[in-house]
């Protein structure tokens, strides 16, 4: 609705509409709760004209501070477990906030928990297996390593050639976004035949097994009274793209996965990518059979009362490097839920 909207005006929008005037229309969009969505918690921000083509899976921790310290202050954090539970009874808080970090990188420990504990808000951190266990690739950071090394990238890949000239920086943001969407359109399987024949063309190897946490440390950010650790499929798949074999082994194998080396039941996951183009009802529909109790998108969205009986699709707001104090509230009132889709207050659309 507003992709094509100059960022100056948009922020007039979004400014009018967090005034307390269309509070009654936005009290429908920020429904009986907010999850927030994080990935990256890193010190710093990005150099100007540095190429980060994946730099919104990050956020400052300066920033991540601000914001942590208002959800403490205006807000009511809660645990996972007490999200589910009360919007189970019909009793959660319109002011209720869920922190929670996907992918298991390890600067939610070195970073994030600091601030979480200085506020004492819970978070929930939704982990893959195969992504800890340095099995399943990080493909979009190798992706941004090997655009930076480059200064072309040619390979044959299903019948089809690709090639990208890579000298200025615009040439390899749209390399990297026409990966990224050649990766989303592939089962896992695919993605790490593709990384191999990328690997291929790469002139160093990208190291990315330091950003992930290790199995101990999950272990003890387990233990941690204020962190919960919880489901993210097996490999990081594109659920939608795997047969349904594949899918139930993605859902069921990272339970089992998970609760073998916690010691304790895992009842919750979060959808790798998330939009409606990778999970829909047979997705939603699986979790439940699997045994989850809710799992989470990442549509753009607030917890509505309807949700009890469809906790299976919940929706999360996305937090990136590009919110700042003022469009980090709007999204908590709902003004971006509604502007980014007016069916946002529906349960599953």
Known sequence: MTEYIPRRIKDTIKGVLASQCFKPVLRRYSGCGSVLMYH??????????????????????ERFEEQIKQVAACYRPISIEEAIFKLEKGKLHERSVVVTFDDGYRDNLTHALPVLERYRVPATIFVAPALIDRVAPLWWYEIEECLKQLARLSFDWQGKRYHWNLIEAKDKYKAADELDALFKSLDF??????????RGRMLRPARTDQLLLSWEEIKELDKHPLITIAAHTVNHAVLSRETTESLY???????????????????????PYGTDNEVSWREFEATRQVGYRAAFTTRSGHLQAAHRKMPWALPRITVDCYDDKKSFLWKLKGVDSFLRSPASALVVH
């Open 40 to 61: 990256r918690i890193v010190k710093g921000y990005a150099s100007v004209g540095e190429f980060i083509p994946y730099g919104g899976l990050t956020v400052a921790v």
């Open 189 to 198: 399987k695919s993605q790490l035949k593709l990384m191999d024949t990328i």
């Open 249 to 271: 082994f993605e859902l069921k194998q990272s339970k089992l996965r998970l609760e073998e080396e916690l010691k304790r039941p895992v009842n919750y996951m979060a959808y």
